[in-house]
């Protein structure tokens, strides 16, 4: 019998690690916002599972960031309007490649309570970092917290912490290229 005593444990999230190589953002009207995180994302064990992965992610520093309308900053245990420890990997559901650039596009062109519609110079900025992230080998993820989130009546939202009531809506993608070993997490916030 071997003995289990001498084997190293390593917790789910030191699987990957990441580095954030820019963050840039868009304004697509005046309360509208598009966040691009680029990442660098180094996997200790060569295949991808989409749990280590995500659990990874989540409890790095870079992903623990609050975001209001013109600027986000680090705070511990805050995502956007969540708590960290509400986000689990399973959280994070597969999306088509094939269809995404059309539903995002739709998404942002789409009416939103209280905000204008979206240029047509920011449309067309935006089709172009599409273009530019969205690849056939590229793994494209959402964010599902962000579904209940959105919902129309935001009067019978449950708010995690004192700061998600800056947001009306929240959408988020993570993206992730295995040729390229980058990761892009996209961030949508209306307020």
């Not at 820019?22 to 749990?51: Q, V, W």
């Not at 269809?99 to 204008?116: A, H, M, R, T, V």
């Not at 579904?147 to 993570?174: C, D, G």
């Amino acid at each position: 019998m071997p003995n289990l005593s001498k084997k190293k444990i390593i917790p789910i999230h030191v699987g990957w690690s990441f580095s954030l190589d820019s963050k840039s953002f868009l304004r697509l009207h005046k309360h509208g916002l598009l966040r691009l995180f680029k990442i660098e994302a180094y996997n200790k064990s060569k295949p991808f599972h989409s749990t280590t992965f995500f659990s990874s992610l989540v409890e790095s520093n870079l992903y623990q960031e609050l975001f209001f309308d013109h600027f986000s900053q680090f705070v511990k245990g805050k995502h956007g309007p969540f708590l960290i420890k509400n986000i689990k990997a399973g959280h994070f559901s597969k999306e088509s490649n094939r269809f995404f650039e059309q539903d995002f596009l739709q998404l942002i062109s789409s009416p939103k309570w209280g905000c204008p519609a979206i240029s047509i110079s920011a449309l067309e900025k935006v089709k172009i970092l599409l273009a530019h992230i969205v690849m056939e080998s590229t793994l494209i993820y959402s964010l599902d917290k962000c579904r209940p989130f959105n919902v129309s009546s935001n009067e019978a939202k449950i708010y995690e912490h004192e700061w998600s009531h800056n947001l009306t809506s929240f959408y988020e993608y993570v993206l992730y290229n295995p040729n390229l070993k980058t990761a892009y997490v996209l961030i949508l916030t209306y307020e």
